[in-house]
């Protein structure tokens, strides 16, 4: 029993992206994500408190290679990013811009499309921001379905962990 409450008190910690973003207002946003070092930053204590698997061995340790960015796994040495089987996987946008479309999305009550997020990010090309947007959405419409939107977790699972309904009851 008190196990199973450890559990749920792990992943109440796992705080969102989305419920971090829906608890600030904009200047808050924007002290906490300065740039794209810290969202990296905050990005990989999400993904180490998620808990990184490695896809070929299944191993639950990894290195984290510093200078490249990515995690090795202990067991088989295998390499990946830090965005891989995320939602960000195969992006090559900044960080910064994904947190900062999940903010528009998440914490404003105004429907942003992808053009108006493009003009906000002062993009060039409208495709990558395109994609982003659309997969967020993806992620968000699974949310609804199924899943809150609570920290991050494996692409396969839908990115974002999955807390259960059933947690928020007892611990809303
Ligand atoms: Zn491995």
Redesign the pocket.
């Known amino acids: 029993m008190k196990k199973i409450y450890g559990y749920r008190i792990y992943h109440l910690k796992c705080l969102s992206l989305q419920k971090i973003c829906n608890q600030m207002n904009i200047l808050n946003f924007i002290l906490q994500y300065a740039d794209e070092l810290s969202c990296r930053k905050k990005f990989k204590d999400f993904r180490d408190k998620q808990g990184v698997i ?6 639950k340790e ?1 290195y984290w290679k510093k200078d490249k960015e990515c995690y090795e ?6 390499r990946r990013s830090l965005q891989a089987n995320t939602v960000m996987h195969g992006s090559q946008l900044p960080f910064r811009y994904w947190f900062i479309a999940i903010h528009l999305l998440t914490s404003i009550k105004k429907s942003f499309s992808a053009s108006e997020i493009q003009r906000q990010l002062g993009r060039k090309y409208y495709e990558p921001v395109w994609a982003m947007v659309h997969k967020l959405r993806q992620v968000m419409r699974i949310r609804d379905e199924k899943y809150t939107l609570s920290g991050i977790h494996e692409l396969d699972e839908g990115f974002f962990s999955t807390e259960t309904e059933d947690d928020e009851k007892i611990y809303p």
Not at 54 to 59: F, I, L, W
Not at 73 to 78: E, I, L, N, S, T
């Open positions: 490695c896809p070929k061995c299944g191993h990894h796994c202990k067991q088989c040495g295998k």
